[in-house]
């Protein structure tokens, strides 16, 4: 039976120069030498030789890269006046209207914060230490109570995080979110190839190395799991999309919402005004009339540079992943023969080598492949861009602490300084060296907390207000009303 199946795969693998799978097979036991059967069937060679014919060419044709230009931006001046009022209301309908939906894409192996766990189990909270699950699901839970109206999760894992993340949320009660109210869908992976072979790597002796689809397999997942179809079923019309690494993302922000609307958009995308020319963030821009992005890996330093002639950077508009899309944009995605490409990424990535011995390189050694959500953006019609202030809305969790850029010291330090921004703007006092943390469900913004706080109050040391944390107000003062 066992030389059967022995036979059945090597002659597979011999076909496409991929033998070496099968060189732990005597040492294996029956039920691993099933599961690595499993695996290796479900292999789509035809697409991993196509892949491989286009390695070393670049994704981006660099005459295209020539011809970007910043896009037309809602820009941020916007809010705040007349106008952003009356996108702000039609945002509030919309949610109130329950049409709205949060994708939530947590499938990524954060290789390079180190952490050893699904990132969404990080500890951020600067005072209240709430992993960024809980951090981003009171942002959920305290718009859903603005609102009085039920916003599903739906959030995307991977091979590489769905049990820990299940486990997780269900050990903590989902963070308060109602059962109904959660999905939890699992992206599809594709096998690590050895850069200098193109063999597919093994991560153990009874299993390949196989890496998430990057986070646009969630257009795959998203349908095939009967989300997508679920989604309809309730009429959610918009789903903004966020990602796990955000501590500070606007959960479906009511203007940004309004804008995806007044201008029926099948994408939005909200940006930042880059910091430097290199910064490691995609650079969406306009191509011949056509948005897209163009990861900063893609993009020279001679066109990064460019400056306008005001002096400010010609490519300044930087993605931080944060989308809304109409869900029937989704639906025709998901069937449609252009969907998404895959990229390909050089990295350090462990394996088990021929003698069954573990290494861990020190230098790239592994091809893989993604897929980028954001590659949909050309093909949505009247696709549009927002603006929105890095202070209020990002605060990336790429690297560990100790390195120079996008570290949890520098996430927590961006949230102290917004919530310091709100207790000045709610002249509310503080003393020297205090530091305050805000759960959104205690306060949404600076207008709700100055109404939860008794005037002359005065905070010191450390403090977290959460969500049953109680003051004595005044009669006057009543809870803030949605703007
Ligand atoms: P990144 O591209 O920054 O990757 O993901 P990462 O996995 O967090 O970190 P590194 O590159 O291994 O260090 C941006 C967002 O996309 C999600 C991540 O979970 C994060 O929210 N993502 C990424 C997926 O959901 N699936 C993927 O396959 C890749």
Known sequence: MTSTLFSELQSLLATHGQEHLLAHWDSLSPTHQDQLAKQIRRIDFGLLAKLRQTHDQPQKSSSSVTNAVAPPAVPIELCGTTRSQEL??????????????????????????????????????????????????????????????????????????????VEFLAAHDRFGLPEDDLFLFCQGTMPVLDSRTGQILLEQRDRLCLSPDGHGGIL??????????????????HLFYAQIDNPLVQVCDPWLIGCHLQANSEMTTQVIRKQAPLERVGNVVSIDGRLQIIEYSDLSADSAHQTAPDGTLKLWAGNIGVHIFQRQFLERMAVSNDGLQFHQALKQTAYCDRQGRHVTPTQPNA????????????????????????????????????????TPAEAKQRMLDLYANW????????????????????????????????????????????????????PAQGPAHPQ
Request: proline content about 6%.
């Open 220 to 237: 795959e997942a998203f349908a095939r799991t009967g989300c997508l179809a679920e989604a309809a079923r309730r009429g959610i019309e």
């Open 367 to 406: 091809i893989k492949f993604e897929k980028f959500i954001f590659d949909l953006l050309p093909a949505a019609q009247n696709a549009i861009v927002v603006e929105a202030s890095r202070n209020t809305s990002f605060a990336p969790v790429k690297n560990a602490d100790g390195e120079p850029k996008d």
């Open 88 to 165: 702000r209301a039609l945002g509030n309908q919309t949610l109130e209207s329950g049409k709205v939906g949060m994708i939530l894409v947590a499938g990524g192996q954060g290789t390079r914060l180190g952490f050893g766990h699904a990132k969404g189990l990080f500890p951020i909270g600067p005072i209240s230490d709430r992993p960024l699950f809980q951090v981003l699901i009171d942002h959920l839970i305290a718009v859903r109570n603005r609102y009085h109206t039920a916003i599903p999760l739906f959030v995307m894992t991977s091979p590489a995080t769905h049990e820990e993340t």
């Open 423 to 474: 207790v000045a703007a709610a002249k509310i006092q503080m003393a020297e060296n205090t530091q305050i943390e805000i759960n959104p469900r205690f306060a949404l913004d600076a207008q709700e907390l100055a109404s939860r706080i008794p005037p002359g109050h005065c905070f010191s040391g450390n403090v977290y207000l959460g969500p049953d944390r109680s003051f004595e107000t005044s």
